[in-house]
């Protein structure tokens, strides 16, 4: 994972920086990107993710899989001594919907030592619903922040859900959003720099030595209480949004990018990278869920034909209402099933120059041939038994 979580490529020069496993030229996202590459290429089916700021969103949508940011306190990360106290959380990350709802049940079972896990109630005796509204929410001057080939893609997955799922889609507005983002990132990182003594600042990478400080040294007082004052409107306001629309799934791209490439010969590998325009970029959507402690769910919704890379779709909905975003995760499977094979390059265009409306069909494992990699762990038990039996 990325050192200490604080940021989201994943780059590690001290213990090595996993390539994305569908094109190794690009990161896998991060800060759990050591898990999203092991489940996207095939290594194990689940991995446990820590999300304060999309940290399982972002390298579930660069690898291809599936991650649930969880509501905030659901989860127990006990013995685990958390940085991110207000914003971070854990949550399962996965190669299929089926392994997210398995996982889940598991993760979130109560902790009766936790304050806030224990007050949910057990997954094991949670039932279906029968009925559940059918609505997405989608704020459209923020989804329209996406590069061309995410948003088109994303266009496409409203068309879908609308056409096929009968979903309603009505247009929603939230405010401050560019404030919220600074406000989310000044919280986190005075949350994490606050846990680090002086003594440790010293042992961190470059990036993170001024990070950490700016943290410790940069924020006053006042800068992290208007934060929080702006934290309450935006938590106030989505209360709102599902009080006037229950049961509705606000829906974005879960990043405005297809993908982050590493530097051209690999010199940010050995000595790190700090590029906070990219970083601030990749939070685009996906702090918002960290920010007001809601649960989101990062799907695969197509592929980037230039990049080779995945794409996902992120929908967040209320307070304690993860298992609607699993059955919303599910109605979407049909995007990647389409007739047509057609992926979209980053102007938003079909590989014959027309406005791409489809995508690949299925959902896609790594191209060992293109550079990227695949272990069939199944395989490879199914001849490790089978050697052992000869």
């Given at each position: 994972?990325?050192?200490?979580?604080?940021?989201?490529s994943?780059?590690?020069p001290?213990?090595?920086?996993?390539?994305?496993?569908?094109n190794?030229?690009?990161?896998?996202?991060?800060?759990?990107?050591?898990s999203?590459?092991?489940?996207?290429?095939?290594?194990?089916?689940?991995?446990l993710?820590?999300?304060?700021?999309?940290?399982?969103?972002i390298?579930?949508?660069?690898?291809?899989?599936?991650?649930?940011?969880?509501?905030?306190?659901?989860?127990?990360?006990?013995?685990?001594?958390?940085?991110?106290?207000?914003?971070?959380?854990?949550?399962p990350?996965?190669?299929?919907?089926?392994?997210?709802?398995?996982?889940?049940?598991?993760?979130?079972?109560?902790?009766?030592?936790?304050?806030?896990?224990s007050s949910?109630?057990?997954?094991?005796?949670?039932?279906?619903?029968?009925?559940r509204?059918k609505?997405i929410?989608?704020?459209?001057?923020?989804v329209?922040?996406?590069?061309?080939?995410?948003?088109?893609?994303?266009?496409?997955?409203?068309?879908?859900?609308?056409?096929?799922?009968?979903?309603e889609?009505i247009?929603?507005?939230?405010?401050?959003?560019?404030?919220?983002?600074?406000?989310?990132?000044?919280?986190?990182?005075?949350?994490?720099?606050?846990?680090?003594s002086?003594?440790?600042?010293?042992?961190?990478?470059?990036p993170?030595?001024?990070?950490?400080?700016?943290?410790?040294?940069?924020?006053?007082?006042?800068?992290?209480?208007?934060?929080q004052?702006?934290?309450?409107?935006?938590?106030?306001?989505?209360?709102?949004?599902?009080?006037?629309?229950?049961?509705?799934?606000?829906?974005?791209?879960?990043?405005?990018?297809?993908?982050w490439q590493?530097?051209?010969?690999?010199?940010?590998?050995?000595?790190?990278?700090?590029?906070?325009?990219?970083?601030l970029?990749?939070?685009?959507?996906v702090?918002?869920?960290?920010?007001?402690?809601?649960?989101?769910?990062?799907?695969?919704?197509?592929?980037?034909?230039d990049t080779k890379?995945?794409?996902?779709?992120?929908g967040?909905?209320?307070?304690?209402?993860?298992?609607a975003?699993?059955?919303?995760?599910?109605?979407?499977?049909?995007l990647?099933?389409?007739?047509?094979d057609?992926?979209?390059?980053?102007?938003?265009?079909?590989?014959?120059?027309?406005?791409?409306?489809?995508?690949?069909?299925?959902?896609r494992?790594?191209?060992?041939?293109?550079?990227?990699?695949?272990?069939?762990?199944?395989?490879?038990?199914?001849?490790?038994?089978?050697?052992?039996?000869?």
């Amino acid at each position: 994972m990325h050192e200490l979580g604080l940021d989201t490529s994943n780059n590690n020069p001290n213990f090595g920086t996993p390539r994305n496993p569908h094109n190794p030229n690009y990161y896998t996202g991060g800060s759990s990107g050591g898990s999203g590459y092991a489940v996207g290429a095939g290594i194990v089916p689940i991995a446990l993710g820590a999300d304060g700021g999309g940290s399982i969103r972002i390298p579930s949508s660069f690898c291809g899989i599936y991650g649930l940011k969880t509501t905030h306190g659901r989860v127990s990360g006990s013995p685990t001594r958390g940085l991110a106290t207000t914003t971070g959380v854990f949550g399962p990350m996965t190669s299929s919907l089926d392994d997210l709802d398995m996982s889940y049940r598991i993760m979130s079972s109560p902790d009766p030592d936790h304050v806030t896990s224990s007050s949910f109630p057990d997954p094991a005796s949670a039932t279906a619903a029968t009925a559940r509204p059918k609505i997405i929410g989608v704020y459209q001057e923020w989804v329209k922040r996406s590069d061309p080939a995410v948003l088109s893609l994303f266009n496409r997955a409203m068309d879908y859900y609308r056409t096929q799922q009968n979903y309603e889609i009505i247009d929603i507005t939230i405010p401050y959003i560019p404030q919220g983002q600074k406000a989310h990132a000044l919280t986190i990182l005075s949350e994490i720099a606050s846990g680090i003594s002086k003594e440790d600042i010293s042992q961190l990478s470059a990036p993170n030595r001024v990070l950490v400080s700016s943290g410790n040294s940069q924020v006053s007082a006042r800068d992290f209480f208007a934060a929080q004052k702006l934290r309450s409107l935006l938590m106030s306001h989505l209360a709102f949004l599902f009080k006037k629309y229950p049961g509705m799934v606000i829906a974005t791209p879960t990043l405005p990018i297809a993908g982050w490439q590493i530097s051209p010969g690999g010199a940010d590998l050995t000595h790190g990278v700090s590029d906070v325009n990219t970083s601030l970029r990749t939070m685009e959507y996906v702090y918002l869920a960290n920010f007001s402690g809601c649960p989101a769910i990062s799907c695969p919704m197509g592929y980037a034909e230039d990049t080779k890379l995945p794409v996902g779709i992120m929908g967040m909905s209320e307070w304690g209402s993860e298992w609607a975003l699993i059955e919303w995760g599910r109605d979407g499977e049909g995007l990647l099933d389409t007739d047509e094979d057609v992926s979209v390059d980053s102007n938003g265009t079909a590989n014959g120059g027309e406005a791409a409306v489809v995508v690949s069909k299925g959902l896609r494992t790594p191209s060992v041939q293109s550079g990227g990699k695949w272990v069939d762990a199944i395989g490879l038990a199914k001849n490790n038994n089978a050697g052992g039996n000869s």
